[in-house]
Nanobody
């Protein structure tokens, strides 16, 4: 059974940085397409960044609003995915989840319970 557990969230001030961690069990995370999502209250779930398996090396993409601020990566030896977030803003406040997604899509197959990130102005 696939299980995803996020950690690293917290309360920070604007312009601070945080690194979220997602530990995967029950699957070889390095061979899957994965993504970070977030969902603010009253808003639709949105993808923040994705990292997709390729024999030539992972393919990474970001939501336009996060380019230059967020960095997604993974460590195949630890079955772990990361989201390094910098220059955080109050609008980044929400729960961030890591997902395993269907290859070539943004459809989630598995997801964790999420990590709360709160940014004070």
């Amino acid at each position: 059974q696939v299980r995803l557990v996020e950690s690293g969230g917290g309360l920070v001030q604007a312009e601070d940085s945080l690194r979220l961690t997602c530990v995967a069990s029950g699957c070889r995370a390095s061979n899957y397409d994965m993504a970070w999502y977030r969902q603010a209250p009253g808003k639709e779930r949105e993808i923040v960044a994705s990292i997709r398996f390729s024999f030539r090396g992972d393919i990474i993409s970001y939501a336009d609003s996060e380019k230059g601020r967020f960095t997604i990566s993974r460590d195949s030896t630890k079955h772990t995915m990361y989201l390094q977030m910098s220059r955080l803003q109050h609008t980044d406040t929400t729960v961030y989840c890591c997902d395993v997604i269907v290859p070539g899509t943004v459809k989630s197959i598995y997801w964790g319970r999420g990590a709360q990130v709160t940014v004070t102005a």
